[in-house]
């Protein structure tokens, strides 16, 4: 069986998709392939996991009425036309999300390919909600996603694959925390606060983890490990300067080290970031990205805050003191953290690559051709 799996963008869009690539892979019949665009970062993570990638034109649509319309309508249809090919060995197609997903998609729907896709947010993207009414199956990572697709889609909870290493995490906490704060340069013994604005770091959270650090560290069993993007760690370097039990780190290519650390976790609500702080039952202060498209991340911070595991700072009132409030009194609660890492655990679903890989394989044995 031919899996064409298309998405891309952030790391955080690509690592399910390699999860799920994972465990289709180890099916002796299955060979995996993957389309995205030469600009995301799925052209440097997915051949370095050792899948065939092939890139395709595709390019964000207006999402309202503008001069831009009629050239972004010109540059799908091409890119409809450019992914034909690709499409046309496939036995399923797996549509991620976003807009690369979009040409592949209606390339499968006209050569008649059975089409899975899979909604990472809690809020439909415009993607799936065009492609959802012909789909074989629309997987959700949050149920709350499918009040945004057609009436006749057939819906299915999933949940968001996580890669295996962060799996592993919660299965093996003790000695991974342990190996994971020594590889880290941090204190063994010590509490330690995770901060993360996802792999191109928020400026925002930088800024309120500088300003918020002196009044947290001033608690002598609490360290923060600041992971602030490759962009900004010089700046926030500058900032802090050398400040003890406050560890800081531009870009961590394994964050299940992250995860392994963290007692307590401040970030972005992007959808892979909850799934795997929910797996790894980590308590979360989630300050969802603003300007996220159709508010997403504030649905996905909701849905996490409505299962008890997080507490939700809107962007607009996030300050160094706000965050240390917040971040302070959940540290001085510890039956309040493990009420909400009971809360995150009792959310997650951790196996989420092996649902939507028995939806994809179910689709290619018993396709349309």
Same mark, same amino acid.
């Given at each position: &069986? ?20 994972? /465990? ?71 549509? &991620?999300? +976003? ?13 008649? /390919? ?65 190996? !994971? ?16 604005? +996802?792999?191109?770091?928020? /400026? /925002? ?7 918020? !650090? ?26 802090? +300067? ?67 595991? %997080? ?20 540290? !001085? ?10 809360? &995150? ?6 196996? %989420? ?17």
């Amino acid at each position: &069986m031919n899996v064409l799996i298309a998405g891309g963008g952030t790391a955080g869009h690509i690592f399910p998709a390699l999860a799920l690539a994972e /465990r289709l892979r180890a099916e002796p019949d299955v060979e995996v392939r993957f389309v995205g665009t030469a600009a995301g970062q799925e052209a440097r993570l997915v051949p370095k996991a050792g899948y065939p990638f092939a890139t395709v034109d595709a390019r964000p649509f207006p999402r309202s009425p503008s001069l831009a319309a009629p050239v972004a309508a010109a540059a799908a249809a091409r890119a409809v036309l450019a992914c034909r090919p690709l499409v046309r060995d496939a036995d399923v197609v797996v549509g &991620m999300g +976003g807009y690369v997903s979009l040409p592949v998609g209606l390339a499968a729907l006209w050569l008649g /390919r059975p089409r899975v896709l899979h909604e990472q947010n809690a809020v439909a993207g415009l993607a799936n909600r065009v492609l959802a009414r012909w789909a074989r199956a629309v997987c959700l990572s949050f149920e709350e996603a499918a009040a945004g697709l057609p009436r006749r889609a057939r819906r299915v909870v999933t949940g968001d694959p996580v890669r295996a290493e962060v799996l592993t995490v919660a299965r093996e906490r003790r000695r991974s925390t342990a190996e !994971a704060r020594a590889a880290l340069g941090l204190q063994p013994g010590l509490r330690t606060v995770l901060i993360v604005g +996802g792999s191109q770091g928020a /400026r /925002r959270l930088n800024e309120a983890a500088v300003a918020a !650090a002196p009044e947290l560290l001033r608690t002598e069993d609490v360290q923060v490990l600041l992971l602030c993007g490759p962009a900004h760690e010089r700046t926030v370097l500058a900032a802090v +300067g050398n400040r003890p039990r406050l560890r800081v780190v531009g870009f961590l290519e394994r964050m299940e080290l992250a995860y392994a650390s963290a007692d307590l976790a401040v970030a972005r609500a992007g959808a892979s970031t909850c799934a795997e702080l929910a797996v790894c039952g980590i308590p979360a202060v989630l300050v969802p990205y603003p300007y996220a498209t159709a508010r997403h991340q504030d649905a996905n911070a909701r849905a996490l805050e409505r299962a008890g595991g %997080a507490v939700v700072v809107p962007d607009a009132d996030l300050s160094g003191e706000r965050l240390a409030r917040v971040v302070g009194e959940l540290l !001085a609660r510890p039956d309040r953290l493990r009420a909400m890492a009971a809360g &995150m655990q009792a959310w997650a679903r951790p196996d %989420a690559a092996e649902a939507l890989a028995r939806q994809v394989l179910a689709a290619g044995r018993g396709g349309e051709r």
